[in-house]
């Protein structure tokens, strides 16, 4: 299961045409995050108890948003309704090589991680599962 980050999500409505709105943003954040299964009155409650109601139809306008862009999988049913799991936020982590040793830097620029995704679509990576490696300094 690969985690989506918010920079992503803004993307993928940009690429829709569609309006970034802070309640989007909240559901995606919530949804994204919730450990274990849920349904949609379990994200709903969560909203209302973080100090962020939604509307439930805008929740609903929304769903298909969410799992669209990878924010949650639906991962079947509980009392007829439709129960999903979500896929976790992240920032790309990027790895530099120094040479007293290695040192790890949780990467979050939104330019440098669009390159990223850029190189790896180019190449056919699945950027997500890649580990991408980067060395400064002088060619030898």
């Known amino acids: 299961m690969k985690a989506v980050h918010e920079h992503g999500f803004r ?3 940009h690429g829709r045409r569609m309006k970034v709105t802070q309640e989007r943003l909240e559901l995606f954040n919530t949804a994204a995050n919730l450990p274990g299964e849920f349904d949609g009155n379990d994200l709903l409650r969560k909203m209302s108890k973080s100090g962020f ?3 439930h139809s805008t929740f609903y306008r929304n769903l298909r948003l969410l799992i ?3 924010a949650i999988e639906p991962v079947g049913r509980r009392r007829g309704r439709p129960l999903f799991k979500g896929r976790g936020t992240c920032s790309k982590v990027c790895r530099m090589k120094l040479s007293a040793g ?3 830097i949780n990467v979050s620029d939104p330019d440098l991680l669009l ?3 850029r190189i790896c679509q180019e190449a056919g990576l699945d950027c997500g599962e890649t580990k991408i490696t980067l060395e400064f300094g002088a060619e030898s």
């Open 102 to 104: 290695e040192q790890q």
């Open 11 to 13: 993307e993928f409505l």
């Open 53 to 55: 109601p939604v509307a």
């Open 115 to 117: 390159a990223v995704r």
């Open 68 to 70: 669209a862009a990878g």
